[in-house]
């Protein structure tokens, strides 16, 4: 039921893009729709922080940092969310975690690795 399966996480370099993708495979469509979906991301040393959100009605939240470059999305006939981050730059190397949300519950994915390096 919460189990969410994160891809997409890569090495590249500053100004490149990336997609994350994040799939609920065992989430019935009736859970997962009016989920909200997030992506939080960690850096090594430091707390694991929102970067986005969207609710099950499309509406989206992004963390000051990451606004014009990340735009969070997400299929519900595939019941998965995408993370498209363009203009990427070191700082935002961290581990990406995916996060849904419903009735006051929380599940995480396992989270991949982002790394922005020259």
């Known amino acids: 039921q919460g189990l969410l399966v994160e891809s997409g996480g890569g090495s590249v370099q500053p100004g490149e893009s990336l997609r994350l993708s994040c799939k609920a495979p065992t989430t019935i469509t009736s859970v997962f729709n009016p989920s909200t979906m997030g992506w939080y991301r960690q850096a090594p040393g430091k707390e694991r922080d929102l970067v986005a959100t969207i609710t099950g009605r499309g509406n989206t939240h992004y963390a000051d940092s990451v606004k014009g470059r990340f735009t969070i999305s997400r299929d519900n006939s595939r019941k998965t969310v995408y993370l498209q981050m363009n203009a990427l730059a070191s700082e935002d190397t961290a581990v990406y975690y995916c996060?849904?949300?419903?009735?006051?519950?929380?599940?995480w994915g396992q989270g991949t690795q982002v790394t922005v390096s020259s």
């Open positions: 996060n849904r949300k419903l009735d006051g519950r929380d599940f």
